[in-house]
């Protein structure tokens, strides 16, 4: 039987870095946020309670206005929570169908909001990854996708590492990739052994 690892992590924490290491040892990763991202998109069911839920502006000639529902949600938790209620199901029936096709001992799912959405019941292990919050907001302003206040309002969404931390099974501080490497390994060695 595959086991199912729950990789979170607040924005900026190195989630993608981990998930692309356990990659390189052959673990087959399913990443929830590009998934729900393409699901947003292509789902009918899915856009047409997008549109009930923010209005026909949720699409712009056809295509997802990921802007505007992101400044949409971003301060408002009841809208996020309404927002998540509608993808996340779905992600997870995709992620179902995904599975029954892998033949690893064990596959990664990257859940950026894991404990927000109460899925944690979900996986057998569940890895968080932290880095100190000055460090997350330095790497997602240089990413180029974000401001430091667009960090900061995503941050103060998403749990406390501290709360991550004592719900998780394992914990990847990721500051000097080499020693992020090195927590990878001995994860990766632990998961085809148990």
Same mark, same amino acid.
């Given at each position: 039987?595959? &086991?199912?690892?729950?990789?979170?992590?607040?924005?900026?924490?190195?989630?993608?870095?981990?998930?692309?290491?356990?990659?390189?040892?052959?673990?087959?990763?399913?990443?929830?946020?590009?998934?729900? !991202?393409?699901?947003?998109?292509?789902? &009918?069911?899915? $856009? !047409?309670?997008?549109?009930?839920?923010?209005?026909?502006?949720? =699409?712009?000639?056809?295509?997802?206005?990921r802007?505007?529902?992101?400044?949409k949600? =971003?301060?408002?938790?009841?809208?996020?929570?309404?927002?998540n209620?509608?993808?996340?199901?779905?992600?997870?029936?995709?992620f179902?169908?995904?599975?029954?096709?892998?033949?690893? $001992?064990?596959?990664?799912?990257?859940?950026?909001?894991? =404990?927000?959405?109460?899925?944690?019941?979900?996986?057998?292990?569940?890895?968080?990854?932290?880095?100190?919050?000055?460090? $997350?907001? !330095?790497?997602?302003?240089?990413?180029?996708?974000?401001s430091?206040?667009?960090?900061?309002?995503?941050?103060?969404?998403?749990?406390?590492?501290?709360?991550?931390? &004592?719900?998780?099974?394992?914990?990847?501080?990721?500051?000097?990739?080499?020693?992020?490497?090195?927590q990878?390994?001995?994860?990766?060695? =632990?998961?085809?052994?148990?």
């Amino acid at each position: 039987m595959t &086991k199912i690892i729950g990789l979170t992590g607040g924005i900026g924490s190195g989630k993608s870095t981990v998930a692309k290491m356990f990659e390189s040892l052959g673990v087959p990763i399913y990443l929830s946020d590009y998934h729900a !991202k393409a699901l947003m998109e292509n789902s &009918k069911k899915i $856009r !047409k309670s997008l549109v009930m839920l923010f209005g026909k502006n949720a =699409f712009v000639n056809g295509v997802l206005n990921r802007s505007y529902i992101s400044s949409k949600v =971003f301060n408002n938790s009841v809208l996020l929570s309404e927002l998540n209620s509608i993808v996340h199901p779905e992600v997870k029936i995709h992620f179902d169908s995904w599975l029954i096709n892998q033949k690893s $001992r064990y596959v990664i799912k990257e859940v950026a909001i894991l =404990f927000e959405i109460n899925s944690e019941n979900y996986f057998d292990y569940i890895i968080s990854v932290i880095a100190p919050k000055n460090e $997350r907001a !330095k790497r997602v302003v240089l990413r180029g996708n974000h401001s430091e206040s667009d960090f900061n309002a995503i941050a103060n969404n998403q749990l406390s590492d501290a709360y991550k931390v &004592k719900k998780s099974d394992f914990v990847i501080t990721n500051k000097l990739l080499t020693d992020t490497k090195k927590q990878v390994s001995k994860l990766h060695n =632990f998961f085809l052994n148990n």
